[in-house]
């Protein structure tokens, strides 16, 4: 659970209840493979295909399921695993793993002559545990590559218009592969197949909840800090919230929570945090206000990395100053969530940014790390918040950086930059509540463009001042996300308010790209 970008460090594992295991091949979906079998209440957890075999050997699985990715099984070191390995254990590949077990096997991968990619409508080439009766026939596509030929032993069970064998099978030895990926939205029975591969081919119980999580979770935290201290680091978000009162539940009052106010919150936030957290969490929280310090430090930063980079190590800094005030603590424990450890590089992903508590911590600190959300999604931490008895104001808060908003001013962040985007994010957020549009909204802000400078006219004078861009998206996991479509006349009104209201603002913008291509932040 200890661990950084780049390792693999699983959380919790089925010290209970029985195991899928998902080898990541290094698919861009890999992660919602894991979300999908948790939904249907299967424990899962993502092992990258380097770790498989040491992984597979200590902790052998109910499941197995392979990741897509983007390599072709005939490049010179594609993602590979030894399926001698998986003897006995019943296997789903997707797309890259469904050609690997092709190529593995004994059948025949080829280059398409025609690649899929998006929709496309599967039919029946033969009946098929996985693919018969399915609702729906769309699936969503991804590949250059297909099976032209399957394994001995293995029957092609459906088709697209241009892949031949878009499923196969063994039904004896429980080997089944998909062409098409069942873990998306876009293909609308793909719980299904997923279902029918867990409980009808595996057998499994899909006994896993919340509530199983959080006596784990505490058993294990027990374990690893002993009769030690912990300090708690609190930003009056749900993830914080929720380790804060996971910890307290573990270790009673060897939890220190502090709150460090670092100059980089929205409009009103740390009083509000402060009081909050006292009134409905811990009456324990020691609050340090260390703006000035965070701003000296970020003088002249402009790259985001760097940012991040900077703002984690003072917060271990502030964190280790003040170590006196916190009863010796040994441990830190953080919100890290299963997005930021994808997003930072782990393993077989590639590095998005470096989230400030993942990528950000530095080596020199003293303090070890505890995480025990590490490969939770946002969506499950908070139905481990709401078993753990946390008010839904707590638990139903919008997702907010650990950066705060230095990873919303693009440029040099100053206390006038953050004063701007405060004003021009609290007017945003304030006429979405006012008009009921923040339901259904996953993260709504305003970000500033503090190295770029537009054009105006204010007064019957030109002006050269800084555009704001405003940003709603929805999501389920923050690893995609759509732009919410706020109406435009809406959008007018905030727009003029900004303009009038926010000095040096003389434009505003709206985002409308989804994640992917883009991140849900601006850095």
Known sequence: MVGRAGCYTPSFPAMRHQLVTVIDFGGQYTQLIVRR??????????????????HLAATPPDAVVLSGGPRSVHDAGAPDIDFSLLEGVPVLGICYGHQLMAHRLGGRVVKAIEREYGRRHLGRVKPGALVDGLTSDQV???????VEAVPPGFVGTAETESCPIAAFEDRERRAFGVQFHPEVSHTPDGRTVLRRFLFDVAGLAGDWTSENFIQEATERVKAEVGDQRVLCAVSGGVDSSVVAALLTRALGDRV???????????KGEAEQVVETFTRLLHPRLVAIDAAGQFFAALRGVTEPEEKRKVIGAEFVRCFEAHADEFSDCAFLAQGTLYPDVIESGSGTSAKIKSHHNVGGLPDWMKLKVVEPLRWLFKDEVREVGRKLGLPEELVDREPFPGPGLAVRILGEVTPEAVRTVQEADWIFRSELRAAGLNRGVWQSYAALLADVRSVGVMGDERTYMNPIVLRAVESEDAMTAQASPLDIRFLERVCNRIVNE??????VLYDLTSKPPATIEWE
């Open 140 to 146: 969503w596509m991804s590949h250059g590559d297909q």
């Open 256 to 266: 220190t929570c502090v709150f460090v106010d670092h100059g980089l919150l929205r």
């Open 502 to 507: 926010v000095p040096g603002v003389n434009r």
């Open 37 to 54: 079998v948790r939904e249907l209440g299967c424990y899962s957890e993502m092992v990258p295909w380097t770790k498989a075999a040491e």
